[in-house]
Structure formats: C-alpha cells, structure tokens
C-alpha cells in the first residue's frame, strides 16, 4: 500500500511539474494536473492538501533527477555543476518548472526562500572547500558569494529564457562565470580551471 502511494505522489509531482512549467503556478489547476496524471482530484488531495502544496513540493524537490557531475573539488565542481544545471535547465521539467515556481513565488504567495538557501549552502560547502586548497583571494567571503553565485545564475537563466528559450544558457553561464573568477581566485588558479568558451 506504502509502495503504490509513493508511486502515486511520484507520478502527481511529474504531472504537476509538467503542468507547471508550461502555464505557471497561476493558469495550472488540480483538475489540469489530475488529467495529465490520470488520477481524480481527491487522489491529489490525499497527497498534496492543495495547489499550494503541489507547487511546494516542486520547489523543494526540483533537485530530485540530478546527477551531479563529480569532478576536482572546489572551484572546479563549481563550474561542473552550475554548467550541468545550465544544461539541465533546457530538458529537465521538475527542474525547470521547480525554478520556474521559485522565481514566481513573491507574484502568486508561495514566499519560501528555503529553495534558494538550499542552493546557496551548497555552493557555500564547495567554496569552503576552494578555501581550505588556497584556490580564493583573501578578501573573499564563503557565503556571500555563494548568495552571489545563487543569484547570478537565477538571473542569468530568467534572462536566457526570454531571450531565446534558453538555447544559449550553457554559453550565457559561461560567460558569468569569466567576468566573477577573477573576483573569487587568483589568476594562477583560473589557468587551471576547464572553464567552457563563452
């Protein structure tokens, strides 16, 4: 029983992903995602208490097919995995509709930042490790830059995505990446990063 209801919540939460990122939080409704699942409206019910719920739960699991990218730690896992995600962005839908959720949130009511804090820990963890291999200038500060590094790459994919579909977010992210090393690390460093040409 535990089993078919897990399969059950897992098959809600692609459908609603898919209902999402195609209309927003505001044109999808439960009726839309219980056609696209298959189930009945009482069954997302049994899940998710409401629309609210659905979106919450693709914010907070908009991470869940990822295979992150393991490579060299510190600044190069940095750009592996923000480069990975540029990718994932063009293919991925719980990705995709997650971040487009989160974007939207502060417009429908959703206000939960805790998405954007799980990113930023993440990078934080991978800049403390940069640190402790001396590849950061002094003057840099783990956290913020991991707030920076959030906030650059939502900013960078929202202006991808109106400009072209985000076709060129690999190249865009690239490029974001050449105008901050150079704030982040010295330039004994950057020589040695596999940095993708912009």
């Known amino acids: 029983?535990?089993?078919?209801?897990?399969?059950?919540?897992?098959?809600?939460?692609?459908?609603?992903?898919?209902?999402?990122?195609?209309?927003?939080?505001?044109?999808?409704?439960?009726?839309?995602?219980?056609?696209?699942?298959?189930?009945?409206?009482?069954?997302?019910?049994?899940?998710?208490?409401?629309?609210?719920?659905?979106?919450?739960?693709?914010?907070?699991?908009?991470a869940a097919d990822l295979e992150f990218p393991v490579s060299e730690t510190g600044l190069q896992q940095l750009l592996d995995v923000t480069m990975y995600l540029a990718e994932q962005m063009r293919h991925n839908t719980l990705l995709r509709a997650g971040v487009r959720l989160a974007v939207e949130e502060n417009e429908v009511g959703l206000r939960d930042y805790a998405i954007y804090e799980w990113w930023a820990d993440r990078f934080a963890r991978e800049l403390a490790t940069a640190r402790g291999k001396g590849q950061l200038l002094p003057s840099v500060d783990e956290e913020a830059c991991a707030s920076l590094l959030v906030a650059a790459f939502t900013g960078t994919q929202i202006m991808s995505q109106i400009a072209n579909g985000r076709a060129d977010l690999t190249t865009r992210i690239a490029s974001m990446w050449r105008c901050l090393l150079p704030a982040l690390a010295p330039p004994d460093v950057i020589e040695r990063l596999t940095v993708p040409a912009p």
């Open 1 to 62: 029983m535990q089993a078919r209801a897990a399969r059950t919540r897992e098959v809600l939460l692609r459908a609603a992903a898919e209902v999402f990122d195609e209309v927003g939080y505001p044109g999808a409704s439960i009726s839309k995602v219980g056609e696209r699942a298959g189930v009945t409206a009482g069954a997302i019910y049994f899940h998710f208490r409401s629309k609210e719920g659905l979106a919450r739960a693709v914010i907070q699991e908009q």
